[in-house]
């Protein structure tokens, strides 16, 4: 049985019961350990130590889920017996089983991944049950069309039907949400899926099991497989009973999906990581813009694709600017995700997520930057865990490591800037697109800006929201597709089109 440090709230019983048991995988509406009996661990990123054993998955097990999905799907089970209002009501359930179960799953997720219980809660665990609402709503409105062709006689309409089987693979950072993102539209397309969560955050995937069968899930429709990128992660990509893959994660593990995919060409569709700008101009209500920057780049501990991790600020009001940015920092508590005395911010993932940050905050000090709040990991009581200090650097280049590739931690880089000319070609000049953000209360100036922006998502006076039904994705080396929003449901259906003679 799991022993936390005493400061932790207490667990939910179900909770307890669930971490006293080997976690298996589920596919074709079943429990299974791993077909080799491997298990590996997942541990408290607070404290280093073990939280769970998981059923690790590999090539045998990936073939056992993908056939069950595969199963399901050639019966047609979610997508053709049951009807389109029966595939709403479902998923609909889905949410509400969420929202009922929401401290169950906020604490899988603030154990696993170490966020402030409170934020798995009432921001993950709320998200993604207003997710699965949005696209209840879908099944009813996939729509074909009729076409005006040109050839005499003819009638010709389309049709919007599954993928099929959609493996999808997800990261740590917000791993519930994360997830919801995907499964919502593949399924409201009528789609089988195959989850692998991310190997560092299982917990709250291998929970839903029980929610999909009590929202009457059909067997097979839903399938989660726990285990290694890439064991269990590269095997589901190159697998050819698999009809898509929607990956959220790293470019560069991007790219080798992209390469080990193309055994069957099957869909690819990828979220990927971000060098996002922020750009403060001087007009700016400096105030709100300061608070912003500083939860633009410290919320989720900077592990967010969307961080608003390249700091612009117009030369006039730099100084103005980063201080403000200091004071809030200051006001910023870290600590586990589950202790009673709430934090805002938890632990980064992993001991090697950590060395990685703390790389590159020695990058910074080496590129000859000064650290204006942080720049160290936090010891003490917490050196257990892998703690760092929010870190804002300034008088650091646009061309420094540190600027230029994602950290997906708590670190900034504040730079000036003199005009709008300037900084867009400064803001533009990276590999990622992914999302962009701007300050002014000049809105003609807040509209010329937002257009010359490359990304795919921009913010204006605010950061990092989104919404089911607003489109989200990268531009460049973001990565491809669109999720959420109509472009979900296009992103998770094949289009057919119908020909038939009706002259007789
Ligand atoms: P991060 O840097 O955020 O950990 P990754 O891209 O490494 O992102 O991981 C995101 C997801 O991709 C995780 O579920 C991970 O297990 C999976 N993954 C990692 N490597 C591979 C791979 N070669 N093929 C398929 N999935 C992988």
């Not at 200051?330 to 997520?353: A, C, F, N, W, Y």
């Not at 913010?459 to 089911?468: E, F, L, M």
């Amino acid at each position: 049985m799991v022993t936390l440090p005493k400061n932790y709230i207490d667990l939910h019983p179900e909770v307890e019961a669930f971490l006293s048991q080997t976690l298996p995988m589920y596919y074709g509406g079943k429990r299974a350990p791993a077909q080799s009996g491997k298990t590996f661990e997942t541990v408290d990123p607070s404290t280093g130590k073990l939280l769970a054993n998981i059923a690790e998955a590999d090539q045998a097990d990936v073939d056992l889920a993908v056939q069950a999905a595969r199963s399901a799907y050639e019966t047609g089970d979610w997508h053709l017996k049951m009807t389109p209002s029966e595939r709403s009501s479902c998923i609909w359930k889905l949410a509400e089983l969420l929202e009922s179960h929401k401290d169950i799953l906020g604490q899988l997720d603030a154990l696993d991944n170490g966020k402030p219980f409170a934020s798995a809660r009432d921001v993950d665990v709320f998200w993604s049950a207003e997710h699965f609402r949005y696209f209840a709503g879908w099944p009813t409105k996939i729509e074909g069309s009729t076409i005006p062709v040109s050839t005499p006689g003819m009638f010709n309409y389309t049709l919007r039907e599954p993928v099929g089987v959609c493996g999808l693979i997800v990261p740590w950072n917000y791993p519930l949400l994360m997830a919801s993102w995907k499964m919502a539209p593949a399924l409201a397309a009528g789609n089988y899926i195959v989850l692998k969560p991310a190997e560092q955050t299982s917990l709250s995937a291998l929970y839903l099991p029980k929610l999909f069968e009590e929202a009457g899930f059909p067997p097979g429709v839903f399938n989660v497989l726990p285990g290694l990128g890439h064991k269990a992660g590269a095997a589901l990509v190159a697998h050819h009973g698999v009809n898509k893959i929607g990956f959220t994660g790293s470019t560069e593990v991007a790219k080798e999906i992209l390469k080990s995919s193309t055994g069957n060409l099957k869909r690819v569709s990828l979220e990927l990581g971000g060098k996002s700008p922020n750009i403060i101009f001087a007009d700016a209500d400096l105030e709100k813009a300061s608070v912003g920057a500083t939860w633009a780049i410290f919320g989720n501990n900077g592990q967010s694709c969307t961080a608003g991790s390249r700091l612009y600020i117009e030369q006039k009001v730099f100084d103005e600017v980063v201080s403000g940015m200091a004071d809030e920092t200051k006001k910023i508590k870290v600590g586990p995700g589950m202790q009673l005395e709430p934090s805002h911010l938890g632990p980064v993932i992993s001991t090697e997520q950590m060395n990685r940050v703390m790389g590159y905050i020695k990058e910074g000090y080496d590129s000859g930057g000064e650290a204006v709040s942080g720049g160290q990991r936090i010891e003490g009581d917490l050196s257990e865990g892998y703690f760092i200090q929010p870190t804002i650097f300034k008088n650091i280049d646009d061309e420094a490591k540190i600027n230029q590739e994602e950290i997906f931690g708590p670190v900034v880089c504040a730079m000036p800037f003199k005009d709008s000319n300037e900084i867009l070609q400064r803001a533009n000049d990276t590999q990622f697109g992914l999302a962009a953000g701007l300050w002014t209360k000049d809105v003609n100036k807040a509209h010329q800006i937002a257009a010359k922006l490359q990304a795919g998502t921009i913010w204006v006076n605010t950061w990092g929201n989104t919404d089911a039904a607003s489109p989200f994705g990268g531009y460049k080396q973001s990565g491809h597709g669109r999720e959420m929003g109509k472009e979900a449901i296009e992103l998770y259906t094949e289009l057919k089109s119908v020909w038939m003679r009706i002259d007789g």
